[in-house]
């Protein structure tokens, strides 16, 4: 019998008997954390304190009694606008500058200066420097990805003054952009600005900054995001749907065990090309194993399932009890959403966690850094120190819980494309004619603060129940594969429309389109699908749900599919309820400005109907008519 208290920290059956075993070893987790948090700052929960200079720190009171400013002055809107603010410039940091990687080892790569990398799809490399306005015709790939490379160093810089993939909005999208001078003209210096804006004694308007706070996610989703995905693609190819696994069982007893987590898959790559070369499998063979068993955790797994279908472990939640198992040899980490608590539970288990980045070292880990000039002598360095790390493990305390279970992954644009016979002209057609009522991009994170996976799995069942056609990336696509919702089969459990066409392509009625940078792929189709129609995104029967999101990217993200006219429900309220203006500009005030508007909704079955209503009236709006709802 699992205690009542793990089962309403997640609906993960791997998770819950994980929880058991690490409450058995006495293994502190995040979920204990928070419990030790409680009761949370309310100042910080309502977006009311600022840390911003040595006058303060400073806090305003919630009930408008004093204080009401301040030392500086700055009231309640400004407090939360320059914090909301702060968020944003920060995820639109870290998925730009993991862009930014991508975009320096493609130029290696074609300098040929790495070890390990090549130039996986030719045809995308010339389709995007088209897009740049580079000159193809003759010209051998690398001299290509040079130049395309360093065009898009520029728009990391103050040169350029623009963004090449902003050009692909509709036009409609673009002439609002620029009338609120939110188009973004670089992507540092958008994060800069934010930055220079929100420290002491400069921008005092909270409408001003929560535009600037616009702008920076623009350049996230339609900038550095955009360049993460679409570059990565180019090195390694661009995904196509296939078949994996996921769920804590993926592990194996009588493998060597290794989890790539993390986010870019530059260095998690080199260890899955490391941990298929056969002088290595050899070498696991004679430690006694009977193989290698590489699977993934977060937005780096999904990066290696949707290009290699390696499976996946699970989402952000699940790395600290993947180790307790006791059969995780290595975890190996790049950056982002890893746990500093990794190390003591990766010391209780004689598991080795490798660090690779230097810009996220922990105390307490190997490190063994990343070096694209030697990345793939690197992958297999590490591979060897989880087969070594495989000799001390110890086999009593392993337990590896249930069987996995099965998804399909890979979806990308073009992928998407080419199942619908390289146009989106079917999807339309299937729109129009009510099968499918509208797209519901449902992204994001694990939270403790929710049950895991509850939110995601919950909301995404009752949307395909309606018709819905769900798109989604990140943990919350981990989330509904382990539900068992990224199968074809699942389709049986999607309304009458929606199932006829999932069935007649043979596709899940959810489809996983990669990790949290790849939410630009969303963009790139909502962009094809409003051009074709000539509307703008904002017409579209299309909405957005983070019902379990925690980071700052994940603001970002909100940010930009707002800014990009997408009407998105979050579960976790945001810190700005501090200030009525703020909220007020989120929830009601942005519809008139970008066309979409936040929501939040902690109850997942209370979004599903937020979301079908608002798919509803845009369908009403470009007259079309509502099919009747419900069920298969
Ligand atoms: O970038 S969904 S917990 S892993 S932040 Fe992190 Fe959130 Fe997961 Fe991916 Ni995205």
New binding site residues.
């Given amino acids: 019998m699992i205690k009542e208290e793990f089962l309403e920290r997640t609906i993960d059956s791997t998770a819950r008997k994980s929880l058991e075993k690490a409450d058995q070893d006495r293994i502190e987790t995040v979920w204990d954390r928070l419990e030790s948090q409680e009761p949370q700052c309310g100042y910080g929960l309502l977006g009311i304190c600022c840390r911003n200079c040595a006058m303060g720190p400073c806090r305003i009171d919630p009930f408008g009694n004093n204080p009401t400013r301040g030392v500086c002055g700055a009231d309640a809107d400004t407090l939360v606008a320059r914090n909301l603010a702060r968020m944003i410039a920060a995820g639109a940091a870290a998925h730009s500058d993991h862009g930014r990687d991508i975009v320096e080892v493609l130029h290696l790569t074609a300098l040929g200066k790495t070890s390990g990398y090549q130039i996986t799809d030719e045809e995308k490399l010339k389709r995007i420097a088209g897009e740049y306005g580079i000159n193809v015709d003759g010209r051998v790939k690398e001299e290509i990805a040079k130049e395309l490379a360093e065009k898009a160093m520029d728009e990391y810089g103050m040169r350029k003054n623009t963004l090449q993939f902003a050009e692909r909005a509709p036009e409609k999208r673009k002439e609002i952009w620029k009338n609120l001078g939110i188009w973004p003209r670089s992507i540092d210096r958008e994060i800069v600005e934010i930055m220079h804006r929100t420290t002491m004694g400069v921008d005092a308007d909270f409408v001003n900054i929560l535009l600037q706070g616009l702008r920076v996610s623009l350049s996230d989703g339609w900038g550095g995001s955009m360049i993460a995905t679409e570059f990565s693609d180019i090195l390694f190819g661009t995904p196509t749907p296939k078949e994996s696994f996921v769920n804590l069982g993926v592990l194996k007893e009588d493998t060597v065990n290794i989890i790539v987590h993390g986010?870019n898959p530059l260095m998690s790559e080199m260890v899955v090309d490391a941990s298929r070369d056969a002088e290595i499998i050899k070498l696991a063979k004679q430690k006694g194993a009977t193989g290698i068993t590489l699977a993934g955790i977060?937005?780096t797994a999904n990066e290696i399932l949707m290009r290699k279908g390696i499976p996946v472990a699970g989402?952000?939640l699940i790395q600290e009890l993947a180790i307790t198992t006791g059969a995780v040899d290595a975890m190996v980490v790049d950056y982002?959403?890893i746990m500093p608590s990794l190390v003591p539970i990766a010391d209780c288990y004689q598991t080795k966690l490798i660090t690779t980045s230097p810009k996220a070292k922990i105390k307490g880990a190997t490190h063994i850094e990343f070096d694209p000039e030697r990345a793939y002598e690197i992958g297999k360095e590490i591979v060897k120190e989880a087969i070594e790390a495989y000799g001390n493990r110890n086999p009593d305390r392993v337990n590896i819980p249930n069987h996995p279970v099965k998804m399909m992954a890979g979806f990308s644009a073009e992928a998407i494309l080419g199942a619908l016979g390289g146009t989106v002209q079917p999807l339309i057609d299937a729109i129009v004619a009510g099968k499918i009522r509208g797209i519901a991009a449902i992204?994001?994170?694990?939270n403790p603060k929710i049950k895991q996976d509850y939110g995601h799995v919950t909301l995404a069942k009752r949307l395909i129940e309606n018709n819905v056609l769900v798109i989604q990336t990140?943990?919350?696509a981990i989330a509904t594969g382990k539900a068992g919702l990224l199968v074809p089969e699942a389709a049986d459990q999607a309304g009458e429309g929606l199932k006829e066409i999932a069935n007649a392509l043979g596709v899940p009625p959810i489809l996983h389109m990669g990790?949290?940078?790849d939410i630009s792929r969303i963009l790139t189709v909502a962009a094809v699908i409003a051009k074709e129609l000539n509307v703008d995104i904002s017409d579209l029967p299309v909405a957005g749900a983070a019902p379990e999101?925690?980071?700052e990217?994940?603001v970002a993200i909100g940010a930009y599919v707002v800014a990009s006219g997408i009407f998105t429900v979050l579960g976790p309220i945001p810190p700005v309820l501090g200030s009525a203006n703020v909220t007020g500009l989120l929830t009601q005030g942005l519809g008139d400005v970008v066309g979409a508007t936040f929501a939040v909704e902690p109850d997942p079955e209370k979004a599903a109907e937020l979301i079908i209503k608002h798919i509803d009236e845009k369908r009403k709006a470009l007259g079309l008519t509502t099919p009747p709802t419900g069920a298969s």
């Fill in positions: 986010h977060c937005c989402n952000f982002q959403c992204v994001g994170c694990n990140g943990c919350s990790s949290c940078v999101w925690m980071t990217k994940a």
